[in-house]
T-cell receptor, first 112, second 113 residues
């Protein structure tokens, strides 16, 4: 069956360090993958999109990699700040599906 | 900040009541979606629409219904609320040419007593 896996345990890091979050998937053939940020009690906010033929994408302090052989995406936040504390969701588009499928997210806590 | 609005933000209601959750967007997006999300859990698609007069059920079975009479408006209705409907409901929209990048509203947190 199709599955998207993100670490269910929260990731705690010190301010200034790089946070790395993982998204693994099985039985999907995504044309692209997206990352969203969700704060408590609010809707997700789009951050980055990476296509299947792109290895890496950057936006300011954010970097996403996409390995279709490993079926994995890594999401990095460099020089992390307490304001980066949130839940980060990955989402896949699979050919023929009507909408994105979201992972359950990983909660990031950046300690000052 | 996305121009997509949901009302009410919070709703506490008794079993058996009929409720309508409102969702409006001012971005002119063709596609709109409703998701259900319990705390700490993934989003589940319950309804989507490709445009006016087009609605379909999503992956998660839901007793709710939706309508799309105007592009900007996508309300969700529960004819008879039950405690099992307690959840957060998120509305989203996307442009036809935008690779399904979705813009979410703030959500409605529903509690059915």
């Amino acid at each position: 069956s199709q599955k998207i896996e993100q670490n269910s345990e929260a990731l705690n890091i010190q301010e200034g360090k790089t946070a790395t979050l993982t998204c693994n998937y099985t039985n999907y053939s995504p044309a692209y993958l997206q990352w969203y940020r969700q704060d408590p009690g609010r809707g997700p906010v789009f951050l980055l999109l990476i296509r299947e033929n792109e290895k890496e994408k950057r936006k300011e302090r954010l970097k996403v990699t996409f390995d279709t052989t490993l079926k994995q995406s890594l999401f990095h936040i460099t020089a992390s700040q307490p304001a980066d504390s949130a839940t980060y969701l990955c989402a896949l588009d699979d050919t023929g599906r009507r909408a994105l499928t979201f992972g359950s997210g990983t909660r990031l806590q950046v300690q000052p | 900040e996305a121009d997509i609005y949901q009302t009410p933000r919070y709703l506490v209601i008794g079993t058996g009541k009929k409720i309508t959750l409102e969702c409006s967007q001012t971005m002119g997006h063709d596609k709109m979606y409703w998701y259900q999300q319990d705390p700490g859990m993934e989003l589940h698609l319950i309804h989507y629409s490709y445009g006016v007069n087009s609605t379909e059920k999503g992956d998660l079975s839901s007793e709710s219904t939706v309508s799309r009479i105007r592009t900007e408006h996508f309300p969700l209705t529960l004819e008879s609320a039950r405690p099992s409907h307690t959840s957060q409901y998120l509305c989203a929209s996307s442009a036809r040419t935008d690779l399904k990048t979705q813009y979410f509203g703030p959500g409605t947190r529903l509690l059915v007593l």
